[in-house]
């Protein structure tokens, strides 16, 4: 009996040493793309390469095209945050307005428009039409939101002036 457990420890340990070589060598396989194919079944499922090589900005400015909106639809199943924007000097018209994702929502007649935005909703102030320099401040309701920060100063002449993405805590 001693003799059958010694013998049975050794194949034991030779199975072991040759478990960990092999796991080591098709570690060391994985790094190699063509190998990593045919050894791994999750690159064979995740698609195409991203290449990281290409500009990080964009050439031209953000456009939406898109125009449904889906606060609209369901307006009950999105949380949403309240942000209010100021201008500096209202111009008393409605030529400058406020941009949620490209549609314009409220004019600045008043000195000041009280959003209701979204997570990921993307905020403008348009000012094309209007002929003197504009300066904004933005308000966000009680600091639950990361983007954009609490009195946020935007200037703007003759263009569009970005607040940017609503991001929330």
């Known amino acids: 009996m001693h003799k059958g457990s010694e013998w049975g420890e050794k194949w034991l340990i030779r199975f072991v040493l040759l478990g960990v070589c092999t796991?080591?060598?098709?570690?060391?396989?994985?790094?190699?793309e063509e190998a990593r194919h045919y050894l791994s079944r999750v690159d064979r499922l995740?698609?195409?390469?991203?290449?990281?090589?290409?500009?990080?900005?964009?050439?031209?400015?953000?456009?939406?095209?898109?125009?449904t909106v889906v606060?609209?639809?369901?307006?009950?199943?999105?949380?949403?945050?309240?942000?209010?924007?100021r201008m500096i000097k209202p111009a008393g018209d409605a030529r400058v307005f406020a941009t949620i994702n490209g549609e314009k929502m409220s004019d600045f007649s008043r000195g000041?428009?009280?959003?209701?935005?979204?997570?990921?909703?993307?905020?403008?102030?348009?000012?094309?039409?209007?002929?003197?320099?504009?300066?904004?401040?933005?308000?966000?309701s009680g600091g639950s939101m990361t983007a954009p920060v609490d009195g946020l100063v935007v200037e703007t002449k003759n263009n569009i002036g970005t607040i940017g993405k609503i991001k929330f805590k």
């Open 23 to 32: 796991l080591l060598l098709t570690q060391m396989a994985m790094f190699k």
């Open 46 to 67: 995740e698609g195409e390469k991203v290449s990281l090589d290409s500009n990080l900005y964009a050439s031209n400015s953000l456009t939406i095209s898109e125009r």
């Open 112 to 140: 000041e428009v009280n959003l209701t935005v979204y997570d990921g909703d993307y905020v403008e102030i348009d000012c094309a039409e209007l002929k003197a320099p504009a300066q904004f401040v933005v308000t966000v």
């Open 71 to 85: 606060s609209k639809q369901l307006p009950s199943f999105r949380e949403s945050r309240n942000l209010i924007v």
